[in-house]
């Protein structure tokens, strides 16, 4: 099966970033196809600026995601939200989430955000018609990494079940 795996921190050292990767190690080590997708080198516009849905850019990442059979996307979180890039890049690229399972791995500073991501979730269900995977990955900086990599087993676990979870219910939305 073919999976999108996006990294949307643009931070040159981010945890999301981590996330996304291990995600894609576990993904490719089980015989699946990734495409990964690392929003520091994608240059997007704003969506709703001038021309933002027209923009070359915008057209080849719909499509490349239009291609996957799931969507993984790793975010910071950032005032009780996914960061700003993974919305903008959910609001330019919308036509190429629909009817896709999607799953969320998310890189916080503190305890209290486990359930930000909700507001996105309910976007793409009730806009794009994704099936969300119920399971996400919520980690913290300071306690679940270290030397630029995950340092915790359960998170790594969580990050391996998310994983196949996303084959599985993508294999059942493809299989329908």
Known sequence: MRFAVISS?????GKSLILARLAEEFLVSHGHTVDFMDLRELPLPLGGADGSFEHPDVGALTERLKLADGILLASPVYNYDV????????????????????GFLLAAGGHASYMSVMGLANSLMLDFRCVIVPRFVYALGREHFSDGAVSD????????????QIVRIAGALRAA
């Not at 919305?87 to 629909?98: D, M, P, R, S, Y």
């Not at 087993?153 to 196949?164: P, Q």
């Open 9 to 13: 921190g643009l931070g040159p050292k």
């Open 153 to 164: 087993a359960e998170v790594r676990r969580r990050v391996e079940e998310l994983a196949k």
């Open 83 to 102: 960061n700003a890039a993974a919305k903008n890049l959910v609001e330019l690229t919308g036509a190429g989430w629909e009817d896709k399972a999607v």
